[in-house]
């Protein structure tokens, strides 16, 4: 896809507040940089990266605003002046959530069902899937079949609900729903 056109499309589809056409648009170009990606993905935030092809998506994925994929590391050239980088795939399981403001460094694989936890900074694999991982550097919480005990009482379901719909359905129909710490 040519950037040019991709960038007049996407100021257009900003302005409209086209929000759906929008993320298509964007999944279209991340593909034709070599992104992978599967199906059912959601993402707020950029998937570019200075290799964009070592980027890899499965399925049903979601991820998160300020989410930062990094896939180099050029610190080795304060060690070794005959190096550039070092590169690592980044590659995202199945049934994946990625929080706000978390960073994936290079090399780090997430298997299926892996739930991370907002402002993490995932620096090492978390391949054998089915866990919450939170922290700096991430490490696990616990496992979905946990978290999921967990937080059963506070689930809502506001899919598909306006803006004032589910401002008016948190406020007045939730109150022993609401989660607290």
Do not use: W
């Amino acid at each position: 896809m040519n950037t040019i056109v991709y960038l007049i499309k996407k100021k257009l589809l900003k302005i409209l507040g086209d929000t759906e056409k929008l993320m298509k648009l964007d999944l279209l170009y991340y593909k034709s940089l070599g992104v992978e990606i599967g199906n059912n993905v959601r993402f707020f935030s950029p998937l570019i990266t200075s290799e964009p092809y070592l980027l890899k998506f499965g399925n049903n994925i979601t991820i998160s605003t300020n989410v930062t994929f990094i896939t180099h590391d050029n610190s080795v050239t304060k060690i070794r002046e005959d190096s550039t980088d070092v590169f690592g795939e980044i590659v995202v399981g199945n049934n994946c959530f990625i929080g706000h403001g978390s960073i994936i460094l290079p090399g780090v694989t997430l298997g299926d069902n892996v739930i991370v936890g907002a402002g993490s900074v995932v620096t090492k694999s978390f391949k054998h899937g089915n866990v919450i991982v939170a922290g700096n550097p991430a490490k696990i919480i616990c496992s979905t079949e946990d978290y999921e005990k967990k937080i059963s009482p506070f689930l809502q379901n506001t899919r598909g609900m306006s803006f004032e719909d589910k401002k008016n359905y948190i406020l007045g129909n939730t109150s022993g729903k609401l989660l607290r710490k």
